[in-house]
Each structure stands twice: as C-alpha cells, then as structure tokens.
C-alpha cells in the first residue's frame, strides 16, 4: 500500500515539476520554461563575502555581482570556468544554480521541484564522459531539481524540449551499453578459455 502510495505521489510531482532547460557556459547561462518559453538570461558569476571568522557567504549572483563596488573581504568568482572542464568549482557552482532555481520559481506559490535539462555548451571534446555526466546530474539535484535529463548535442527548442522523450532516449542508450560489455565480457572469457584448454592439451602431448 506505502510503495503505491509513494508512486502516486512521485507520478503526481512529475506532473506538477515544471520542465526547466538550463544552457550552461563559462560566459552565460540560459534558463528556459520549456511551457512558457520564458527565458532568462544572465552572467554565471556569483559574490561572496568573508566574515571576520573567515566563512564565506553568498551576496549576489549573476550581474548583481558582477556590478558590485569593490570592499574588504568581497570576492566574485565564476563557478564555470576552468581551463579542463566547466565546473570550477563543485560546491559554488551548487550554490549559484541554487540561487537561479529560486529567482525563476519563487514567485509561484504552488511550484514543485522543477525537471531540468541540464545542457553544458562547452569543454565537450569527445563527448562528456561518465564522471561528467554524474557531475552535472548531482550538481542539478542538489541544487534542488527533481529530475535532471544531461544534454549534449544541438540547442533544443520547442516541441524539442520534451523532458520525457529525452530521458527515455538517454536511458535505452545507457541501457544498450552495458549489454555490448557484457558481450564482450563474455567473448574474451571464452577466448581465454579455449586458449587454456589448448596450453593443457599440448603440454600433455609433450
């Protein structure tokens, strides 16, 4: 009875979650309502000012703080930018989604955690790899997202921004995988196999 209740529950926050496409780069970021094409558009810098104990918090984000007069202990960092990979640093860039999440949702009264696509624009040379993906999939739900769908590929509009289509699609490919490894798995322990099979019979003919 708990677990149908619990995804009852789980079936009805998915309708409510809205579907959030978040573009990221070491320069912007494009937040997207995929049902009402509203964008917003901002810088991903954020300020943090250190207290006499030396804790750091966070004071502004975006062109807040990037316009910020200069003063003891205030410094503006970007989360996004790193020579290797986008995400800087793990925990800043946690906070600053954080923050975007919250501007873009709190005014509505009744929003559950959003569905977001998360779509990083740069440092995608080959693809990204296991570990990136898993970054930017805890990054978003520890910003607070219900779901994440992690995106590489040309940028979605429209119809195209179809949280389900896109996760469906991404878990038959993850899916697929993990069958072709085993295959192979079980080639190569087969190999192995007769080659030692092989080894014994002509050491007995010896």
Known sequence: MLNRTERMLR?????????????????????????SAEQWDDVPVLALQTDA???????????EA???APSVGLQVVNP????????ADFSLAEKYLQA???????ARRLSASPRLIMHPLEKLEGGLTQVEDRVFRELALGAGAHDVCVYSGP????TQLDFAAL???QEGV?????????????????MSLMVMGLLVWLRAQA
């Open 11 to 35: 079936q009805l926050q998915s309708k409510l979650a809205p579907t959030l496409y978040l573009q990221i780069s070491s320069k912007r970021v494009r937040l997207t309502d995929a049902a």
């Open 53 to 63: 104990r030396g804790g750091k918090k966070v004071i502004a984000v975006g062109r």
């Open 66 to 68: 990037q316009t910020m």
């Open 80 to 87: 996004f930018d790193h020579p290797r990979m986008l995400i």
């Open 100 to 106: 975007v999440l919250r501007k873009r949702l709190g």
């Open 155 to 158: 940028t979605l509009t429209g």
């Open 167 to 169: 996760k469906a699609q």
């Open 174 to 190: 993850a899916k697929a995988a993990p069958g072709n490894s085993g295959l192979k798995s079980g080639a190569l322990l087969l």
